[in-house]
Each structure stands twice: as structure tokens, then as C-alpha cells.
């Protein structure tokens, strides 16, 4: 894998994510909408917000990048199935982040077997 593209891309990912669990934590408009919308509570925008940032800080511990990228994996795949079955307008977003999430997965498969 190339190492520049690997470190851009998850670059691109810690800024995203943190971004996006900011917006969760301080109660932007539209993430309190989503996840009324959602009907799970919310309770869930925080813990989703938790699994963002910490999944985005677990991209650059040596060792953990895989569990991280499979949390942000995750955590996307359902962003998706939200956007695409309840939310509406577009998750191509969410599907984006998580192709590179994926892709920072696929990187670091190894430290799954460990």
C-alpha cells in the first residue's frame, strides 16, 4: 500500500470524523433532526459521536489502526442504511468515508489475526 496515500486518507477521515462527532456533541440542528428522525433517541447521537472520535484517535495508534477503521467502517454502513431507508436526501457522504475507511481497514488486515 502507499504509505502518502494511506496517511492522506486518514487524514481526511481524523478531520471528518471529529468534525462530525463535534456536531453530535454540541447539539447541531440537523444531527439533533437525524436522530429524532431515527427514533432510537438521543442518547445514540452521543454514542455514535463517542465511536467517531474514538475511532478517529484509534487511526493513529500503532497497532489499533485496524480496529478503528472497522468501528468507522461500521459506524458508516449504518449511516448509509439510515440516509437510504429513514433519512433521505443522499448517502453518498457516508458512503464515501466509508469506502475509506475500508480502505484504511483493508490496510492494516493484518493486525486483525494478532
Not at 8 to 35: D, H, N, P, R, S
Not at 57 to 83: D, N
Not at 88 to 113: F, W
Request: glycine share 14%.
Amino acid at each position: 500500500m502507499n504509505t502518502t496515500l494511506l496517511m492522506i486518507i486518514k487524514g481526511l477521515l481524523t478531520a471528518a470524523f471529529v468534525m462530525a462527532g463535534t456536531a453530535k456533541f454540541i447539539g447541531v440542528e440537523m444531527m439533533v433532526q437525524a436522530f429524532d428522525a431515527l427514533g432510537i433517541g438521543q442518547w445514540f447521537r452521543y454514542a455514535t459521536g463517542v465511536i467517531e472520535f474514538g475511532g478517529a484517535a484509534l487511526l493513529w495508534i500503532k497497532g489499533r489502526e485496524a480496529i478503528g477503521a472497522g468501528l468507522l467502517t461500521c459506524t458508516m454502513i449504518g449511516a448509509v442504511l439510515s440516509h437510504v431507508f429513514i433519512l433521505g436526501p443522499s448517502a453518498i457522504p457516508a458512503l464515501i468515508l466509508g469506502v475509506l475507511a475500508a480502505y484504511v481497514l483493508y490496510a492494516h488486515r493484518g493486525q486483525l489475526s494478532a
